[in-house]
């Protein structure tokens, strides 16, 4: 289970995609989170899917890939599926004698809760498969620009988001490693109750922070030694630069909106 989440992987492509700004690609991303959550019908969120589709094919990403990332979320989405399914109001479709209620409502909000969730985080995997970590640090720092004015250390936010989202992989991998070095020693982490199961993490939790916390002062010392100084007067190999492909992508992103609060307008 742990090595199916992929959040932070990087897939070197020659796509259209994985050649766009990265700065274009956070704002496309912002655009069609907002398109997700204005969606209100079955007509919108079928343009949300499509475009989703296009965008996934378009980048080469293995649909696989996609599918191996949402693994994870299995627990979250039947959550959030039961929560709405059980506790939306309506006409209740079964006798009343049952004591619980599923109403036409509720079926029609899980089903559009569990599938805005699923859009949701693979649009958001799609910007991590198809961007450099460098190139993603450059582009959060860059649109976060204007918040030096106010004295935000917009490099040093920027760095810290890409480098945690980097680590990600890694320290699953290394969780993966402890886990089954535990297991080889007798250690049992699915039986028992929830309190049992929770004291059988503590040999896992303990040498994964002590890794962290090692992996973290490697980095600390290495950048160092490299007198790494970011913020004003860093000078970078490759300038960002909005190309033709970008422009295209703000006006589909428009024309997407658009066509979402339309729809939502007439209900659809």
Not at 14 to 27: T, W
Not at 114 to 122: D, E, K, N, P, Q
Not at 152 to 159: D, F, I, N, R
Not at 196 to 213: D, H, N, S, T
């Amino acid at each position: 289970m742990l090595k199916d989440i992929t959040l932070g992987q990087y897939f070197p492509g020659k796509s259209p995609i994985h050649l766009m700004d990265p700065r274009a690609k956070l704002i496309m991303l912002v655009v069609y989170i907002v398109g997700l959550f204005v969606s209100t019908g079955w007509l919108s969120y079928g343009l949300m899917f499509v475009f989703l589709a296009l965008i996934i094919k378009i980048s080469t990403i293995p649909v696989k890939s996609i599918l191996k990332g949402l693994k994870p979320l299995v627990v979250i989405l039947c959550f959030t599926g039961i929560l709405n399914l059980f506790f939306t109001e309506g006409e209740n479709l079964l006798p009343e004698s049952w004591p619980v209620a599923i109403t036409k409502e509720g079926i029609i909000r899980a089903v559009m809760m569990v599938a805005r969730i699923m859009m949701l985080v693979s649009g958001t995997f799609l910007l991590t498969y198809t961007t450099s970590p460098i190139a993603l640090t450059d582009g959060l720092e860059s649109l976060m620009n204007p918040l030096k004015k106010i004295k935000v250390p917009v490099h040093e936010l920027a760095m810290m988001m890409c480098i945690a989202l980097r680590f990600i992989p890694t320290l699953i991998e290394e969780t993966d490693k402890i886990m089954s070095a535990q297991k080889a020693r007798g250690a049992d982490f699915e039986s028992g109750n929830l309190i049992e199961r929770a004291k059988a993490l503590v040999p896992i939790l303990v040498p994964l922070f002590i890794g962290a916390f090692r992996r973290a002062d490697e980095l600390a010392t290495a950048m160092e030694c490299r007198c790494y100084q970011g913020g004003e007067g860093r000078t970078k190999m490759k300038l960002l630069r909005y190309s033709r492909r970008d422009m295209v992508a703000f006006l589909i992103g428009v024309a997407l909106l658009a066509a979402v609060f339309a729809l939502k307008y007439f209900g659809l």
